[in-house]
């Protein structure tokens, strides 16, 4: 009988062994680390919702931080490959910004447990905990302010530092409807289209109903706006392209300004509603076994840069 139950427990311990060597997804453990610490540090919130964190599951929310890489060696344990760009990629030892996120009834607002880990969550701890409300990302206006910020750094070198510094970190001051006197964009001539062809091309841009919007950030003198000047066929920021830019006064501005009539007359396509973007899973290839693993519960799986 004492065989038996040493045999047992040596059962127990090596299942407990191999089942945990095996585990790929870390998860649950996480969502419970979060539950916990967001019901200890939590103030201010009713009982209600304190059950709704401790019964329902959260949403989690992820970012890479950094991506993780390994380093093959060949049989006698010599590096393969000097170059870090050719390092091959360990997705799944990933450093990633992880916040799990409950949206309890009646607070107008989420519940979202900060924290770190690898992708699979193992090593995910809690930072901090926060009631926080979510706005919806416009795309439009991101890109656009993107192209206002990467032109003043690479080509308005006259604008003093505080200029060039306001507009990189920080949106703009006012976006208006603007008319001032620039070119259409041109079709650029392309190799092997005839003249008909480039023609043909010219016609159907210029009849393209364009609107002209402008993104203006505030000059150091008060009598003065820097003002970046983009075309769009949707009437809103939705595929604005970047045309010019100009340290402009305040009556050439004004001067410039679409009257409220005109702007009545703008035809707005709608925007296509957002979608949530899943990223595609990785393409992995098994490591042979001198290579140093990127996890052992994956068996030292591994993705080399594309």
């Known amino acids: ?32 680390r979060a539950r916990d610490y967001a019901l200890h540090n939590l103030r201010g919130i009713t009982e209600s919702q304190r059950a709704f964190i401790k019964f329902t599951q959260p949403e989690i929310y992820e970012n890479l931080i950094f991506p993780q890489v390994v380093t093959p060696v ?18 799944y030892l990933d450093l990633m910004h992880c916040s799990i996120v409950w949206a309890p009834p009646d607070l107008n607002a989420k519940i979202v447990v900060v924290g770190d880990g690898q992708r699979n969550m ?19 206006f991101t890109a656009a302010v993107t192209a206002c910020q990467v032109h003043v750094k690479d080509n308005m ?5 505080a ?17 001032i006197d620039i070119a259409l964009p041109h079709v ?7 003249d008909w062809e480039l023609y043909l091309m010219e016609l159907k841009e210029s009849k393209k109903e364009y609107t002209q919007i402008s993104l203006i950030w505030n000059g150091d003198k008060a009598d003065q706006k820097i003002v970046f000047t983009g075309l769009t066929t949707t009437g809103s920021l939705a595929g604005w392209k970047f045309q010019t ?39 992995i290839k098994r490591t042979n ?9 994956q068996g030292g799986s591994i993705i080399y840069h594309k």
């Open 1 to 32: 009988m004492g065989k038996n139950k040493i045999f047992l427990w040596l059962f127990i311990a090596l299942s407990a062994l191999l089942y945990s060597g095996c585990r790929s997804d870390y998860s649950a453990d996480a969502v419970e």
């Open 74 to 91: 060949d049989e006698i344990g010599h590096v393969k490959k000097e170059d870090y760009k050719d390092f091959p990629l360990a997705p």
């Open 122 to 140: 193992h090593n995910w701890s809690p930072r901090r905990v926060l009631i926080k409300n979510y706005i919806p990302a416009d795309p439009g």
């Open 157 to 161: 070198l006259y604008l003093s530092t």
């Open 163 to 179: 200029e060039r510094n306001r507009i990189r970190f920080s949106d703009p001051a006012e976006i208006a409807f603007t008319k």
């Open 188 to 194: 650029k001539e392309k190799a092997g289209k005839s």
């Open 245 to 283: 830019a100009e340290l402009m006064s305040v009556a050439k501005l004004n001067k410039n300004r679409m009257t409220q009539a005109e702007i009545r007359k703008i035809k707005v396509v709608p925007a296509k509603p957002l979608k949530q973007i899943h990223p595609a899973a990785p393409e």
């Open 289 to 297: 076994p001198q290579t140093s693993p990127d996890a052992p519960e």
